[in-house]
Antibody, heavy 118, light 107 residues
Protein backbone atom coordinates (compact mmCIF):
# COMPACT_ATOMS: atom_id res chain seq x y z
CA UNK A 1 0.00 0.00 0.00
CA UNK A 2 1.39 3.38 -1.00
CA UNK A 3 2.45 5.76 1.79
CA UNK A 4 2.43 9.54 1.51
CA UNK A 5 4.19 11.91 3.91
CA UNK A 6 3.94 15.69 3.98
CA UNK A 7 6.88 17.80 5.14
CA UNK A 8 7.66 21.47 5.47
CA UNK A 9 7.65 24.41 7.87
CA UNK A 10 4.86 24.50 10.43
CA UNK A 11 5.02 28.29 10.69
CA UNK A 12 5.04 30.79 7.82
CA UNK A 13 4.97 34.58 8.05
CA UNK A 14 2.23 36.61 6.37
CA UNK A 15 3.03 37.62 2.76
CA UNK A 16 5.63 34.86 2.43
CA UNK A 17 5.44 31.66 0.40
CA UNK A 18 4.30 28.37 1.92
CA UNK A 19 6.19 25.38 0.53
CA UNK A 20 5.32 21.77 1.30
CA UNK A 21 6.62 18.50 -0.09
CA UNK A 22 4.89 15.14 -0.26
CA UNK A 23 7.14 12.08 -0.40
CA UNK A 24 5.58 8.97 -1.90
CA UNK A 25 6.74 5.45 -1.07
CA UNK A 26 6.38 4.25 -4.67
CA UNK A 27 6.77 5.61 -8.20
CA UNK A 28 4.68 8.70 -8.89
CA UNK A 29 4.18 7.82 -12.55
CA UNK A 30 0.64 7.32 -13.90
CA UNK A 31 -1.20 9.02 -11.06
CA UNK A 32 -2.74 12.36 -10.14
CA UNK A 33 -1.08 13.92 -7.09
CA UNK A 34 -3.29 16.29 -5.15
CA UNK A 35 -3.12 18.83 -2.37
CA UNK A 36 -6.11 19.41 -0.10
CA UNK A 37 -6.38 21.59 2.97
CA UNK A 38 -8.73 21.61 5.92
CA UNK A 39 -9.79 24.42 8.22
CA UNK A 40 -12.46 24.51 10.92
CA UNK A 41 -14.20 27.32 9.08
CA UNK A 42 -14.11 26.25 5.43
CA UNK A 43 -13.80 22.50 5.84
CA UNK A 44 -12.02 20.48 3.16
CA UNK A 45 -10.79 22.45 0.17
CA UNK A 46 -9.12 20.93 -2.89
CA UNK A 47 -6.11 23.00 -3.92
CA UNK A 48 -4.99 21.28 -7.11
CA UNK A 49 -3.10 18.42 -8.71
CA UNK A 50 -0.08 17.60 -10.79
CA UNK A 51 -0.33 14.63 -13.12
CA UNK A 52 2.64 12.39 -13.76
CA UNK A 53 3.16 14.06 -17.16
CA UNK A 54 3.58 17.40 -15.38
CA UNK A 55 0.21 18.83 -16.30
CA UNK A 56 -1.56 20.73 -13.54
CA UNK A 57 -5.05 21.81 -12.54
CA UNK A 58 -5.79 24.30 -9.77
CA UNK A 59 -8.77 25.48 -7.82
CA UNK A 60 -9.77 28.83 -9.37
CA UNK A 61 -10.08 30.31 -5.88
CA UNK A 62 -6.33 29.82 -5.35
CA UNK A 63 -5.00 29.62 -8.89
CA UNK A 64 -3.20 32.97 -8.87
CA UNK A 65 -1.10 31.93 -5.87
CA UNK A 66 -0.55 28.17 -6.34
CA UNK A 67 2.13 26.12 -8.05
CA UNK A 68 2.25 22.33 -7.81
CA UNK A 69 5.20 20.47 -9.29
CA UNK A 70 6.70 17.01 -9.19
CA UNK A 71 10.12 15.35 -9.11
CA UNK A 72 9.93 11.80 -10.41
CA UNK A 73 13.53 11.05 -9.51
CA UNK A 74 12.71 11.61 -5.85
CA UNK A 75 9.08 10.34 -5.90
CA UNK A 76 8.02 13.72 -4.57
CA UNK A 77 5.61 16.47 -5.44
CA UNK A 78 5.41 19.94 -3.96
CA UNK A 79 3.02 22.78 -3.21
CA UNK A 80 3.93 26.46 -3.29
CA UNK A 81 1.36 28.97 -2.09
CA UNK A 82 2.44 32.58 -2.30
CA UNK A 83 1.40 35.71 -0.43
CA UNK A 84 -0.09 33.79 2.46
CA UNK A 85 -2.39 35.29 5.07
CA UNK A 86 -3.92 33.99 8.27
CA UNK A 87 -6.72 32.53 6.15
CA UNK A 88 -4.21 30.03 4.76
CA UNK A 89 -3.68 28.50 8.21
CA UNK A 90 -4.81 24.91 7.80
CA UNK A 91 -3.93 21.25 7.89
CA UNK A 92 -2.53 20.42 4.46
CA UNK A 93 -2.89 16.94 3.02
CA UNK A 94 -1.40 15.31 -0.03
CA UNK A 95 -3.43 12.59 -1.72
CA UNK A 96 -3.36 10.31 -4.74
CA UNK A 97 -5.89 9.64 -7.48
CA UNK A 98 -5.53 7.07 -10.23
CA UNK A 99 -5.63 7.68 -13.96
CA UNK A 100 -8.77 5.55 -14.19
CA UNK A 101 -10.52 7.52 -11.46
CA UNK A 102 -9.32 11.14 -11.51
CA UNK A 103 -10.59 12.91 -8.44
CA UNK A 104 -11.08 9.75 -6.42
CA UNK A 105 -8.69 10.32 -3.54
CA UNK A 106 -7.75 6.81 -2.52
CA UNK A 107 -4.59 7.39 -0.47
CA UNK A 108 -3.80 10.32 1.81
CA UNK A 109 -0.87 11.55 3.83
CA UNK A 110 -1.36 12.10 7.55
CA UNK A 111 -1.52 15.88 7.10
CA UNK A 112 0.64 18.72 8.35
CA UNK A 113 -0.51 21.82 10.21
CA UNK A 114 0.72 25.09 8.77
CA UNK A 115 0.15 28.26 10.77
CA UNK A 116 0.50 31.68 9.18
CA UNK A 117 1.60 34.17 11.80
CA UNK A 118 4.23 36.80 12.39
CA UNK B 1 -18.38 25.16 -8.61
CA UNK B 2 -20.67 22.40 -7.34
CA UNK B 3 -21.85 22.86 -3.78
CA UNK B 4 -22.49 19.76 -1.69
CA UNK B 5 -24.84 20.03 1.29
CA UNK B 6 -24.79 17.30 3.90
CA UNK B 7 -27.50 16.54 6.43
CA UNK B 8 -27.89 16.24 9.28
CA UNK B 9 -24.89 18.05 10.71
CA UNK B 10 -24.87 15.68 13.67
CA UNK B 11 -26.40 12.25 14.09
CA UNK B 12 -26.65 10.83 17.61
CA UNK B 13 -27.03 7.06 17.60
CA UNK B 14 -26.19 4.01 19.65
CA UNK B 15 -23.96 1.10 18.59
CA UNK B 16 -25.95 -1.40 16.59
CA UNK B 17 -28.29 1.23 15.15
CA UNK B 18 -28.60 2.12 11.48
CA UNK B 19 -27.14 5.41 10.28
CA UNK B 20 -28.44 7.24 7.21
CA UNK B 21 -26.46 10.24 5.96
CA UNK B 22 -27.48 12.49 3.09
CA UNK B 23 -25.59 14.57 0.55
CA UNK B 24 -27.26 16.86 -1.96
CA UNK B 25 -25.46 18.46 -4.91
CA UNK B 26 -26.28 21.89 -6.37
CA UNK B 27 -26.29 20.32 -9.84
CA UNK B 28 -26.08 16.80 -11.20
CA UNK B 29 -22.85 14.94 -10.53
CA UNK B 30 -24.07 11.77 -12.28
CA UNK B 31 -22.70 9.06 -9.97
CA UNK B 32 -19.31 10.71 -9.45
CA UNK B 33 -19.71 11.00 -5.71
CA UNK B 34 -17.50 9.61 -2.95
CA UNK B 35 -17.79 9.27 0.80
CA UNK B 36 -14.92 9.60 3.27
CA UNK B 37 -14.61 8.88 6.97
CA UNK B 38 -12.44 11.05 9.20
CA UNK B 39 -11.49 10.40 12.80
CA UNK B 40 -9.83 13.02 15.07
CA UNK B 41 -6.23 13.65 14.16
CA UNK B 42 -6.42 11.49 11.06
CA UNK B 43 -6.72 12.06 7.34
CA UNK B 44 -9.97 11.29 5.57
CA UNK B 45 -10.31 7.69 4.40
CA UNK B 46 -12.10 6.72 1.20
CA UNK B 47 -15.15 4.55 1.94
CA UNK B 48 -17.35 4.67 -1.16
CA UNK B 49 -16.61 5.88 -4.68
CA UNK B 50 -18.82 6.51 -7.67
CA UNK B 51 -21.88 6.54 -5.42
CA UNK B 52 -22.09 2.84 -4.56
CA UNK B 53 -18.70 1.13 -4.83
CA UNK B 54 -16.93 0.21 -1.62
CA UNK B 55 -13.22 1.00 -1.54
CA UNK B 56 -10.70 -1.71 -0.82
CA UNK B 57 -11.04 -3.13 2.69
CA UNK B 58 -14.24 -1.30 3.58
CA UNK B 59 -16.73 -3.48 5.50
CA UNK B 60 -20.03 -4.47 3.90
CA UNK B 61 -22.01 -2.57 6.54
CA UNK B 62 -21.14 0.60 4.60
CA UNK B 63 -23.23 1.17 1.49
CA UNK B 64 -23.90 4.09 -0.79
CA UNK B 65 -26.70 4.93 -3.17
CA UNK B 66 -28.02 7.73 -5.34
CA UNK B 67 -27.40 9.52 -8.60
CA UNK B 68 -27.81 12.99 -10.00
CA UNK B 69 -28.16 15.32 -7.03
CA UNK B 70 -29.23 13.13 -4.10
CA UNK B 71 -27.02 10.58 -2.38
CA UNK B 72 -27.12 8.46 0.76
CA UNK B 73 -24.50 6.73 2.86
CA UNK B 74 -25.90 3.96 5.05
CA UNK B 75 -24.14 2.20 7.88
CA UNK B 76 -26.32 -0.81 8.55
CA UNK B 77 -25.26 -1.46 12.15
CA UNK B 78 -22.92 0.97 13.87
CA UNK B 79 -19.72 -0.43 15.34
CA UNK B 80 -17.81 1.56 18.01
CA UNK B 81 -15.12 2.46 15.46
CA UNK B 82 -17.70 4.02 13.11
CA UNK B 83 -18.28 7.10 15.25
CA UNK B 84 -16.54 9.77 13.21
CA UNK B 85 -17.18 12.57 10.72
CA UNK B 86 -18.28 11.65 7.21
CA UNK B 87 -17.76 13.79 4.11
CA UNK B 88 -19.11 13.52 0.59
CA UNK B 89 -17.04 14.71 -2.38
CA UNK B 90 -17.80 15.07 -6.08
CA UNK B 91 -15.45 14.48 -9.00
CA UNK B 92 -17.92 15.29 -11.77
CA UNK B 93 -16.60 18.80 -12.31
CA UNK B 94 -13.39 20.60 -11.44
CA UNK B 95 -12.69 21.91 -8.88
CA UNK B 96 -13.31 18.92 -6.66
CA UNK B 97 -15.60 19.93 -3.81
CA UNK B 98 -16.53 18.46 -0.46
CA UNK B 99 -19.60 18.64 1.71
CA UNK B 100 -19.48 20.19 5.16
CA UNK B 101 -19.60 16.83 6.93
CA UNK B 102 -21.92 14.84 9.18
CA UNK B 103 -20.69 13.92 12.63
CA UNK B 104 -21.93 10.54 13.85
CA UNK B 105 -21.71 10.62 17.62
CA UNK B 106 -22.53 8.16 20.36
CA UNK B 107 -25.92 8.74 21.91
Amino acid sequence: QVQLQESGPGLVKPSETLTLTCTVSDSISHYYWNWIRQTPGKGLEWIGYVYSTGSTNYNPSLKSRVTISSDKSKNQFSLRLSSVTAADTAVYYCARATTLYPGRLDSWGQGTLVTVSS
Amino acid sequence: EIVLTQSPATLSLSPGERATLSCRASQSVNTYLAWYQQKPGQAPRLLIYDASNRATGIPARFSGSGSGTDFTLTISSLEPEDFAVYYCQQRSNWPLTFGGGTKVEIK
